[in-house]
C-alpha cells in the first residue's frame, strides 16, 4: 500500500509541470468554449496520462534522480494543481454545457498529443533511464515492487487529466448542465486539495504515508562529505562513510558479477556521491574486485584511497581460509598492485589471522614490504586488543576492521574475534587514533528492530540509513563502509550521512545493542 500511495503522488506531482501539450489545450478550449481539432481534452488529457505514467516511473525507478527532482516537482505540482483549481472554480460559468467534441477528435486529439511529447526532451530522458533501468537490474525492480508502483503512478496522473477534463466539460456531452456545474465544482476543489495535500507533505503536515514517499530523499544534493573526515595515518583524510567492494563480485564473493556495467557503474556513482575510501580484498572474487575498481576509475582521482586487503585463500563460493604465510602475503600484495595498477598502496590490510603462522611473523613481512614503499600504511583486520598491541610493537598501525554494527554484542567468536573484543577494540582505536572501520555494518540487511524503524520513521529514512547514522555517532574514528551492487541501495547508504541522531535517539538505539 505504501508503494501504491507514494506512485499516486509521484503520478500527481510529475503529471503538472510536464503535460505542456495538455496544458495548452485546455486554456485554449477555455477561452474559446469549444473544443475542437487537437485540442479535445479527453484525447489530450489521455496522452498526456500515458506520458506521465511513463516518465515519472522512468525518472523515479531507473534514473534515480528523485533525490534531486521530487522536491521541486512536488512543489510545481501543487502549486499548478491549486492554480488549476481556482482556474476551474473561477470558470466554472463560463463553461460551454453543449457538446462539441466528436469520438474522431478525441482520437486524433490523442495520437497528436502523445506524438508531440514523445519529442519533449524530458521523454527522451525518461526512455534513457529505461534501459539504464534494466541494464542496472535494480532490486527494486527484482523485487516486484514495480507494478504496484506503476499503478500508483499512473491513477495519479491519469485522475489528475480525468479531473482535469472534467473541469473543462469534456465529458458534458453524456452529462446535463446541473450535473456537470457539480462535477466542475467538485473537480476544482478536489484539485485544490490534492495541490495543498501535495505542499503540506513537504513541511510534514500530511499523513505518514507522505513522509513515506519522501523517506531516504535528502533536500539537499547526497553527499558522502555531510559524514564529516577522518585523518588515516595522519595524511589522508578521507569522508567517514566509504564503500565496501565485496559485493559487486558474483555469488558466495565467487566470480564475476551477474552484470558488469552495473557494477562499473556503482563504483563510478560512488566516488560522484564523494566517497573517498573503497575498501576492496584480493581474495573478493577472487580478484574481480580490484580488476573492476581498476576498470571503472583509472585514472584514480586526487584524494580518492584504495584500501585493500591480504591473507585469504579462496578455494570455491563462500570459502574462505586463513594464510598468513609471508611468501603468500608478499604474493597478494604484489597481484593487488597489479590488477589495481597502482606503484603502492595507501591502506594495506591483514585480513584475518592466521592460527598456522606465528603473528609477527605475519606483520613482520607486511612491514618490510611497507619499509621497501609498496604500502603506504598498515592496518589490521579481524584482531582482538591484544593482537593490535602485538602489532603495533613491530610497525605503525592505522587502522582495524573487525565486524561490528548496531545488533553487535555478546561473546559469539567470528573470524576469531567476539563482539565484545571488538566494542573494546573501538575504545582502543578512539583512544590512539586509530581509524575503526566496521565491516557488515548493516548485517547483510538483517538489521532490524522496533528502536531502529520508530527513529527511521520519524526521519523520514530508512532502517539501514539509521543503523549507519548510529555508527557514524558511536565514535569519531568509525569509518563505515556499507557494500552493495544495487545503485539504489549505494544511494540510500549515502543518503545516511546527512541523518543526524538527537542524543535520545543514540540513547534508544544503543539500548540492548552495542553501546
Not at 377 to 387: C, Q, Y
Amino acid at each position: 500500500m505504501d508503494t501504491l500511495v507514494r506512485g499516486v503522488a509521484i503520478g500527481f506531482a510529475v503529471a503538472a509541470p510536464i503535460g505542456p501539450i495538455g496544458l495548452l489545450c485546455i486554456r485554449r478550449t477555455l477561452a474559446n468554449g469549444s473544443a475542437s481539432g487537437i485540442c479535445s481534452g479527453l484525447g489530450a488529457a489521455t496522452a498526456d496520462a500515458v506520458y506521465a505514467y511513463v516518465a515519472g516511473t522512468a525518472l523515479t525507478i531507473a534514473l534515480r534522480v528523485v533525490t534531486r527532482l521530487a522536491l521541486p516537482l512536488h512543489v510545481v505540482g501543487g502549486i499548478a494543481l491549486i492554480a488549476l483549481g481556482m482556474r476551474a472554480l473561477r470558470d466554472d460559468a463560463v463553461a460551454n454545457a453543449k457538446p462539441s467534441a466528436t469520438p474522431r477528435d478525441h482520437l486524433v486529439a490523442f495520437v497528436s498529443t502523445l506524438g508531440l511529447t514523445l519529442v519533449n526532451p524530458a521523454t527522451i530522458v525518461s526512455f534513457a533511464g529505461i534501459v539504464a533501468g534494466v541494464l542496472e537490474r535494480s532490486t527494486l525492480l527484482s523485487a516486484g515492487g514495480v507494478p504496484m508502483f506503476a499503478l500508483g503512478v499512473f491513477l495519479g496522473s491519469t485522475a489528475w487529466w480525468v479531473v482535469l477534463g472534467l473541469v473543462v466539460g469534456r465529458m458534458r456531452a453524456a452529462l446535463r448542465p446541473r450535473t456537470m456545474t457539480i462535477v466542475r465544482l467538485a473537480s476544482g476543489a478536489l484539485l485544490i486539495a490534492f495541490g495543498v495535500a501535495a505542499l503540506a507533505s513537504l513541511l510534514a503536515l500530511a499523513p505518514a504515508h507522505a513522509a513515506q514517499y519522501t523517506r531516504g530523499m535528502a533536500t539537499q544534493t547526497r553527499s558522502a562529505a555531510a559524514a564529516g573526515t577522518l585523518v588515516i595515518g595522519g595524511d589522508l583524510p578521507v569522508h567517514r562513510l566509504g564503500f565496501g567492494a565485496m559485493r559487486i563480485t558474483g555469488p558466495g564473493i565467487w566470480g564475476p558479477p551477474p552484470d558488469r556495467a552495473a557494477a562499473l557503474a556503482v563504483l563510478r556513482r560512488a566516488v560522484a556521491l564523494d566517497v573517498t575510501l573503497i575498501d576492496t580484498a584480493d581474495s573478493y572474487g577472487p580478484n574481480v574486485s580490484e580488476e573492476l575498481i581498476a576498470e571503472a576509475l583509472r585514472p584514480y582521482p586526487a584524494g580518492l584511497v584504495i584500501a585493500t586487503k591480504g591473507g585469504f585463500l579462496r578455494t570455491g563460493p563462500g570459502r574462505w581460509v586463513p594464510d598468513g604465510r609471508p611468501e603468500h602475503l608478499r604474493a597478494a600484495l604484489e597481484g593487488s598492485l597489479r590488477r589495481l595498477k597502482l606503484e603502492r598502496v595507501d591502506l594495506y590490510q591483514f585480513h584475518r589471522p592466521d592460527p598456522k603462522v606465528p603473528f609477527d611473523e605475519s606483520v613482520g613481512a607486511l612491514a618490510e614490504l611497507a619499509q621497501a614503499g609498496k604500502i603506504r600504511h598498515l592496518g589490521l583486520s579481524n584482531v582482538s586488543l591484544a593482537e593490535i598491541e602485538q602489532a603495533r610493537r613491530i610497525a605503525p598501525i592505522v587502522s582495524v576492521q573487525n565486524r561490528f554494527n548496531n545488533a553487535s554484542g555478546g561473546d559469539e567468536e567470528f573470524n576469531g574475534v567476539t563482539d565484545d573484543q571488538t566494542i573494546a577494540v573501538i575504545d582502543y582505536c578512539a583512544q590512539h587514533g586509530l581509524a575503526f572501520i566496521p565491516w557488515g555494518p548493516l548485517a547483510a540487511g538483517k538489521l532490524s528492530s522496533d528502536r531502529i524503524a520508530a527513529v527511521a520513521r520519524a526521519h523520514g529514512a530508512t532502517p539501514n540509513q539509521i543503523a549507519l547514522a548510529w555508527l557514524l555517532r558511536r565514535s569519531p574514528v568509525m569509518l563505515p563502509i556499507p557494500g552493495t551492487s544495487s545503485m539504489a541501495h549505494l544511494e540510500e547508504n549515502v543518503g545516511a550521512a546527512q541523518i543526524a541522531l538527537s542524543d535520545e535517539e543514540f540513547a534508544i538505539l544503543s539500548l540492548g545493542g552495542s553501546a
